[in-house]
């Protein structure tokens, strides 16, 4: 097969780094031929930074109809990333959509019915599913290894962001623009590392989202979850771009020990016994198994959008298995509207969300802000 035919639509800072890396070889079996962006500088933008011949449209229309492209990377806003993915998918594109899927679940489900639909290959820019640690912990877990999970906890705070970050542009931090704040900006990432390392999806939420604490912003920017699971564990998940220095360690409890991403490091905390036999049979009183810590050495890779997009490519081109599929781009999205619908409210959500009602409630909070 020929090299597959790029395009990108949005040229901001993901969608320029993605066609640096197809117009400096670092992806095989493809090329940008295209580009689509609104922006007047986009021309000299690619004079001054690429090297190859690179069609440049602003209308969606036409790039989707006249250019020649087999495939589409979509590194545009929020909210038109489901409306984008969509179009491409009846134009015959293969997709990649940046994180998250959409803003909320209920037209994501739509592209998810249209992937399906169309056959074509879509995928996630979940580039996290790359790195070894994370890889690693996923294999522990799915082999057994750490036995059934009975507790899950994250702590991701070293997303700081400055007040200037947040005045650069006016979408950004506003339901309407950008349609949340941490939670759906800088999150999504581990959102999505919670429920794929684990293979589990909460049940049911009850989220503390402050909006504007540590800036002059409309939506949150400090939130704590509390999440339940089917199998009785629990989880909690903490962030915020208000901290410094921020932490960010993931902690999952099995009854065969406990696993510890932190620093770039991966430590296994070994129990000797299942704690829940141990328990069970231990006579002595105050005892407990006996526990080894293990370092395992796995280093923490930090080439993830490159491996995605070229995992993307090979599955167009070979039928490799991807590694983030774009309909569990959902899922990520499921819990962070959850969150938001349990702060909303103020009560216990359960999961599945009611899509229908967070669309609602999402439209209030615009039109209110608007008033």
């Not at 820019?125 to 899950?152: C, F, H, M």
């Not at 599955?315 to 490799?320: E, L, N």
Request: net charge negative; aromatic share 10%; glycine share 8%.
């Amino acid at each position: 097969m020929n090299e597959i035919k790029v395009g990108v639509i949005g040229i901001g800072n993901m969608g320029s780094s993605h066609v640096l890396l197809f117009d400096k070889g670092k992806i095989s079996g493809a090329k940008v031929t295209a580009v689509c962006d609104d922006s007047k500088q986009i021309l000299q933008w690619l004079k001054e930074n690429t090297i190859n011949d690179i069609a440049v449209f602003q209308d969606v229309e036409l790039f989707f109809k006249e250019a020649d492209i087999d495939a589409v990377i979509i590194a545009t806003p929020h909210y038109t990333h489901p409306e984008l993915a969509i179009k491409g998918l009846k134009c015959q594109k293969h997709i990649l959509v940046e994180k998250p899927a959409g803003v909320y679940t209920k037209n994501v489900a739509e592209v998810n019915q249209t992937a399906k639909d169309t056959g074509l290959v879509y995928s996630m820019v979940y580039n996290q599913r790359t790195n070894p640690l994370y890889q690693k912990v996923r294999e522990l877990i799915q082999t057994g290894q750490l036995g059934s999970i009975k507790r899950t906890n994250w702590i991701i705070t070293d997303w700081y962001r400055t007040q200037s970050y947040y005045n650069s542009s006016d979408w950004r931090a506003t339901w309407k623009g950008e349609g949340g704040g941490v939670i759906l900006n800088q999150a999504p990432h581990q959102l999505d590392l919670w429920q794929w390392t684990t293979d589990l999806m909460p049940t049911k939420v009850r989220a503390y989202c402050h909006i504007g604490k540590y800036h002059d912003i409309e939506v949150e920017d400090d939130v704590t979850a509390y999440v339940e699971y089917e199998n009785g564990a629990t989880g909690i998940f903490i962030t915020s771009t208000g901290e410094a220095p921020g932490s960010n360690r993931f902690e999952i409890v099995g009854d065969r020990g406990k696993l510890i991403v932190e620093n770039e490091k991966l430590t296994f905390y070994k129990l000797s016994h299942s704690e829940r036999e141990f328990n069970a049979a231990f006579k002595g009183g105050f005892g407990k198994p006996e526990c080894e810590k293990v370092d395992i050495p796995v280093r923490n890779e930090s080439s993830g959008h490159m491996n995605i997009i070229q995992n993307w490519i090979d599955a167009i081109v070979k039928g490799t298995p991807l590694l983030a599929p774009g309909e569990e781009g959902i899922k990520a999205l499921e819990i962070a509207n959850a969150i938001y619908l349990s702060c909303w409210l103020n009560e216990d959500v359960q999961l599945p969300i009611d899509a229908d009602l967070y669309y609602e409630k999402l439209q209030e909070r615009i039109q209110r802000l608007a008033l």
